[in-house]
């Protein structure tokens, strides 16, 4: 027979963690959910926009009564439960029904917090939680003109602006002297009070109330100092608090809210707890990402996958009134131990500050442009060392601009039909559409609906601040360490770690013993395995073939019409009158449709058929050419310009040095494409300063520059150091390869690669420790030996046959 | 060699054998209506479908074949072996064709299954 599970509480939290379980082992449990309200389960954070009128309740509902039915699903709603009976194992509920369970969920939530006023309990003064609430608000801007709402904090700022929406005058009481006092430093306070203030919002600090004056419903509200508003209705939003009474009367442990552990369950081991009724690690949240993170890790647990733990959450706050940008997250106001970073422009509205302490984000405040906000908040939570970054850090990271969308970043004002991914042609209105019709809540959902930011990833920024627009106060991004696909609870880092930690030596290997999702991975993680290995075990690791997209499987880049493009390898750009004619007369014979000169000098065939490659590179291979990897992550070019055999200016045999780089580099697989260039003077006409690599020349040597990037971001190299000899250059190329194929995820360019772990870091490593550069150096030199075979004569001799032949011609 | 059976009228061909096609791989049978990818599971399962992805026509033949999946090597939209059709969010569906194992023997028909529009 199967056990029992009884969710009591249908909000998001405890919804999200059946779908979860649901997801998981839909045959499990016989579930049985209790919950207050005479609905489906809904939306809560879309309350503010169906109150300002921008949505309505059917937009909000996430599981409709027929979702419950479909999954087997027994909905008591409208049924409050009263009690647990843990001995025998069941609740009662107010009605009297009774539902054992071999499992509980605890998922209340919480409850607004009302201050005992006189006249709290007046008719017309409500709080601001459920449907029932926006009803009652709803009702009340039909039928009166005056509203106050008490408590100018997230929740209150959003009544108070959808009830303006709806035509009512609304002032807002706050007891402090600046708005969202925990959310907000006072500048950015004054800021959003003078924004509130010109769309028409009266807003009153430090204005405390004694009373709500009325006799059969609320008229008004009076002030301590003696002022009297007139009010014909009163939403209180000063708080909320976790709703703990069924767990204390079933004597849970509770603090502030049930008490639970990493896997969710409370001191009960049969009873777990999600939500904002939670307390976890001296934590409780209210925010909708940490919710679903715990409604994750509880239903790994239900499931008995148990490898899931929660450990807390960072989170950030975004407030959803239309037109204001405001952001905030982590310690914003800073202390005796920290200082500030900050960027005021009053005019544009826009003000921004940084709380650092030790080089590391600690909190943020932003206002007016907000685009930054993910990029500052990715560096809190990882704690990344920013003092490489503290000159420009405040102007924020697309300073440069991306390919695409320029610096247009303010998502707030942006009209409907602005195109937002531009790869995909894809608009604000559209994005705005999807992440509210198909209830969507995370950068990966909206990836998967609307194709957004799917491609070359440029707009990410973008689509996370319409989410978070959208979303408002609750949205907040993904968590602490990212996950490697949807196949893994593991980051990349900890996979990376046990293939070296447990030898491990296959894809299979890797999956059972880190206890995988899927029974073969996806097409995400595959790839980034083989690499990982690969990288560990050079001399042992067997290519896992399958692994591999099919670019890399069939030594040549795919194109849109399933035909391929082939590439030779140019050492160093260069060629000959031998080489030319081998490849005009190869495009002759196979009837090449388009010879084109690419970017990265050298020459590219395009619409072979696949049929066509062995023969296309036996006439490569007869002229001496081999496979230019254009199709891989792998070393790719190392563009020069002539040097000082030929230029007047040129300081150094740059292209000499080319042809050494590219003898000693090609063949390897790295993490993502990898491209060099080497310029003979400081002209720099091989535009060196934005390769993965880039060498410039100079009278007494030369310069190495790291890490740039001249495509969907534009970043200029950072100098990693000077040298004087050929070798050196060599040296130090190898090393840092080797550190970057290493160190960096699977399809991480070294420009984010380096953003994300510090110029200082590749220095102390490549340049200040030369044991360790000369042993990085010495493991790329033996990775090179097991990789410095031309796939492509291998394939013209044979190998691979079947990848270059149909099973069978039929007719 | 051509078989045809009584019951439903499939006229099978023989295209090769279960080892002509690599674990977590794909082979290509070309007709005169077009190209099928035959491909095989981990588990040896073999499926057939028209070798063009539902979105903008890609090979699914060329793909990473995982579970009863193939990513479509052009945007890596996800195709369901069996049945053929996308893995929502997306949406549209690939033609599948009847396939059977005899021994290590391997036939599939040419006419599709029913059920996708996109023949």
New interface residues.
């Given amino acids: 027979m199967k056990e029992k599970l009884v969710v009591v509480g249908n909000g998001m939290a405890g919804i999200r963690a059946v779908e979860e379980l649901l997801k998981l082992d839909p045959q499990m449990y016989d579930i049985t959910v209790f919950g207050n309200e005479p609905h489906g389960n809904y939306n809560r954070i879309m309350l503010s926009p169906v109150l300002a009128g921008e949505k309505t309740i059917d937009d909000i509902m996430l599981n409709d009564l027929q979702w419950y039915d479909d999954n087997g699903i027994v909905l008591q709603a409208g049924k409050a439960v009263v009690d647990i009976d843990r001995r025998a194992r069941k609740v009662v509920a107010d009605d009297g029904t009774v539902a054992p369970y071999d499992r509980l969920l605890l998922a209340t939530g919480s409850l607004p917090f009302i201050i005992p006023l006189p006249g709290h309990d007046l008719p017309g003064v409500i709080s601001f939680r459920d449907i029932k609430d926006v009803d009652t608000m709803l009702d009340a801007s039909k039928k009166y003109k005056h509203a106050v709402v008490i408590g100018g904090g997230l929740l209150g700022l959003e009544a108070a602006n959808g009830l303006m929406s709806q035509g009512m005058k609304v002032t807002v009481l706050h007891l402090m002297d600046t708005l969202m006092e925990r959310q907000m430093d006072s500048i950015a306070g004054k800021m959003l009070k003078k924004s509130l203030q010109d769309k028409g919002m009266q807003v009153l600090l430090q204005a405390s109330t004694k009373e709500i004056i009325g006799s059969d419903r609320v008229k008004g509200v009076l002030l301590e100092d003696g002022r009297e508003l007139t009010a014909d209705i009163v939403v209180m939003a000063v708080g909320i608090r976790p709703n703990i009474e069924l767990a204390k009367k079933t004597h849970l442990h509770c603090e502030r809210g049930v008490v639970v552990n990493d896997t969710m369950q409370t001191f009960d081991p049969r009873i777990y707890a999600v939500g904002e009724c939670v307390e976890h690690r001296h934590q409780t949240y209210g925010l909708v990402a940490p919710l679903f993170e715990q409604a994750r890790v509880c239903a790994n647990h239900l499931a008995q996958h148990g490898i899931g733990r929660y450990e807390g959450s960072v989170t950030s706050t975004k407030l959803k009134v239309t037109g204001i940008d405001l952001f905030s997250a982590g310690n914003f106001s800073g202390d005796d131990d920290t200082e500030e970073l900050v960027f005021q422009d009053a005019a544009r509205g826009v003000y921004r500050k940084l709380v650092v302490k030790d080089n590391k984000v600690e909190g943020t405040v932003m206002f007016g442009d907000t685009i930054d906000s993910s990029w500052y908040f990715d560096l809190m939570r990882d704690e990344t060392d920013i003092s490489d970054l503290r000159d420009s850090i405040l102007f924020g990271q697309a300073h440069l601009g991306d390919a695409g969308h320029g610096d247009d970043n303010r998502v707030a004002l942006m009209a409907d039909t602005v195109e937002i991914c531009g790869c995909n042609g894809v608009s604000k209105g559209e994005i705005v559409d999807a992440i509210s019709s198909k209830k969507l809540f995370t950068l990966e959902e909206v990836r998967a609906h609307t194709k957004a930011s799917s491609s070359c990833g440029s707009c990410t920024g973008l689509v996370e601040a319409l989410l978070s627009h959208t979303m408002g106060g609750d949205y907040s991004t993904a968590p602490h360490l990212k996950p490697m696909c949807g196949c893994t609870e593991h980051p990349h880092d900890d996979v990376r770690e046990a293939i070296r930690e447990h030898k491990l030596l296959s894809v299979h290997d890797v999956m059972q013993t880190m206890n995988w999702d899927t029974p073969d991975g996806c097409s995400k993680c595959r790839p980034a395995l083989n690499y990982y290995l690969l990288c560990a075990w050079p001399e042992e690791y067997h290519d896992d073939y399958q692994s591999r997209f099919i670019n890399e499987r069939a030594h040549a880049n795919i194109q849109k019409d399933a035909t391929y493009s082939v590439i030779p390898r140019m050492w160093g750009g260069g060629t000959t009158p031998d080489e030319l004619r081998a490849i005009a007369d190869v495009a002759d014979e196979y009837d090449v449709k388009t010879v084109h000169v690419t970017g990265g000098q050298r020459i590219a065939l395009y619409g072979l058929k696949k049929c066509e490659l062995p023969g296309v590179w036996k006439k490569l291979s007869d002229a001496g050419m081999v496979s230019g990897h254009a199709y891989g992550k792998a070393l790719r070019t190392v563009k020069t310009c002539v040097g000082k055999e030929w230029c007047r200016f040129g300081t150094q045999d740059s292209t000499h040095l080319g042809v050494e780089l590219e003898k000693m580099t090609w063949g390897s697989w790295t993490p993502h494409k990898f491209k060099m260039a080497v310029s003979g003077c400081p002209r720099n006409c091989a535009e060196a300063t934005i390769k993965d690599l880039g060498v410039v020349c100079v009278d007494s040597g030369y310069e190495i520059h790291i890490a740039g990037n001249g495509g969907v971001k534009v970043r200029a190299t950072d100098l990693l150091c000077n040298v004087a000899t050929e070798a050196e250059v060599l040296e130090y190329c190898a090393a840092y390869m080797q550190l970057y194929r290493e160190q960096a995820h699977y399809l991480e360019r070294t420009a984010p690669w380096i953003e994300r772990v510090g110029l200082t870091y590749v220095k102390q490593h490549v340049v200040e420790d030369e044991a360790e550069r000369k042993s990085l150096m010495e493991r790329f030199l033996i990775s090179q030996k097991a990789v410095q075979v031309d796939p492509w004569t291998e394939r013209a001799e044979g190998k691979d046959e079947h990848e270059f032949t149909v099973l069978k011609q039929v007719g | 060699m051509q078989a045809v059976n009584i019951m439903t009228n499939t006229e099978w ?1 023989e ?2 054998t279960l080892e ?6 794909a ?6 209506e077009g ?1 099928i990818a ?1 491909f095989r599971t ?1 588990d040896d399962e073999v499926f057939a479908l028209r070798d063009a992805c539902p979105h ?4 699914l033949s ?6 009863k ?1 193939v ?1 479509c ?4 939209w ?1 195709i369901q072996l069996d049945s053929g059709k996308a893995v929502a ?2 949406e549209g569906c690939a033609a599948s064709f009847p396939v059977k194992l005899e021994g290590e023997k391997l036939f599939i028909s ?1 006419v599709p299954n029913e059920g996708c529009p996109n023949k």
């Fill in positions: 061909i295209v090769g002509d096609i690599p674990k977590l791989g082979r290509v049978v070309s007709t005169p190209d035959v981990a903008k026509g890609g090979p060329q793909g990473i074949v995982h579970g999946r990513s090597p052009l945007h890596d996800k969010p997306d040419t």
